[in-house]
Each structure stands twice: as structure tokens, then as C-alpha cells.
């Protein structure tokens, strides 16, 4: 299994990161039903208010766990998730993907 964490970087305003959550609520069912998608959650920074984090409001991290590699790739080429880029390119200004992979297994 793989582990992969994807950075988007929203344009700045609220109006940007909120459309391409709306978009990703749309497919999560899609998602969630593919062939080796054990997880498939965006997350946000929650106002902890704590000292020592990072905020920051242009920022959507994805939390993914997928069988394999081919696994991905094979959901990157979906219909949903091709309608899902095409909904939210005005609004992504820049995507930073890690596949990662657990050392104790």
C-alpha cells in the first residue's frame, strides 16, 4: 500500500479553495468506490491556534492510501477525476504530490 499526500495550492481568496472542496465533495463517493482507494479525504488547517502551526488558508492537503502505484494512475485517468480537473483549473494554482511508503512494513 501507498500513502500519498498531495499539496494543492489554491489562488488566493476563500472563493478558490472553496470551489475545489465543493469539487472534491462531488466525487469523493466516485472515489471511495474505485478499485485499491482505501482512503481519499482533503483536509484543511484547523484553527487550533496553536504556536508552533503553520497556517495556511490557499492550501488543501489530500490524504490518499491506494493500493499500488498503478492503482493511482489508473484513478488519475477517470472521468470523474478528469471533470473534477477541469472544474477546478481556474482555481489550483500549483499541485506538489509525495508517494509515500510505510518503513515499518
Given amino acids: 500500500m501507498i500513502t500519498v499526500i498531495a ?16 469539487s472534491f465533495e462531488q466525487i469523493l463517493p466516485q472515489v471511495l468506490a474505485e478499485v485499491g ?8 488547517d484547523a484553527p487550533a491556534e496553536a504556536s508552533f502551526q503553520r497556517v495556511d488558508y490557499d492550501s488543501i492537503m489530500m490524504f490518499e492510501q491506494w493500493e499500488s502505484v498503478a ?7 477517470t472521468a470523474h477525476m478528469l471533470a473534477h480537473q477541469e472544474r477546478v483549473k481556474d482555481h489550483v494554482a500549483s499541485v506538489d504530490i509525495r ?3 510505510d518503513t515499518t512494513a
Fill in 37 to 44: 482507494c482505501y482512503q481519499y479525504q482533503p483536509l484543511i
Fill in 99 to 101: 508517494i509515500l511508503q
Fill in 7 to 22: 499539496e494543492i495550492r489554491t489562488h488566493t481568496g476563500a472563493e478558490h479553495r472553496q470551489q475545489v472542496l465543493a
Fill in 71 to 77: 492503482h493511482l494512475q489508473a484513478h488519475l485517468q
